[in-house]
């Protein structure tokens, strides 16, 4: 199993940036999965969640809105699509399949003028 994120960066409060997260190793299609962040000094926390089939999906309240995940099971890709940006979401972000926790390495997005 394996999930390299990647899309994170530099943005300006109010920008966009989309990330990706390629799956292998696994039936992904099978999995639900989720975005969790890490911001400097603090625990994970949960961002959004999305069934196997991708029609549903689950947010954090602070993200409510503003971001949107998806995922594209014929690339094996889920997605983090980030609009209205704040300094508050600066973290590192991690796709992670909730079966078992598996994780990737993490992208960082860093939210600053």
């Known amino acids: 199993v394996q999930l390299v994120e990647s899309g994170g960066g530099l943005v300006q409060p109010g920008g966009s940036l989309r990330l990706s997260c390629a799956a292998s190793?696994?039936?992904?299609?099978?999995?639900?999965m989720k975005w969790v962040r890490q911001a400097p000094g603090k625990g994970l926390e949960w961002v959004s969640t999305?069934?196997?089939?991708?029609?549903?999906?689950y947010y954090a309240y602070s993200v409510k809105d503003r971001f949107t995940i998806s995922r594209d099971n014929a690339e094996n890709t889920l997605y983090l699509q980030m609009n209205g940006l704040k300094p508050e979401d600066t973290a590192v972000y991690y796709c992670?399949?909730?079966?078992?926790?598996?994780r990737g390495q993490g992208t960082q997005v860093t939210v600053s003028s």
């Open positions: 190793g696994f039936m992904f299609s099978r999995y639900s």
């Open positions: 999305i069934n196997g089939g991708g029609d549903q999906a």
């Open positions: 992670v399949r909730p079966f078992d926790d598996t």
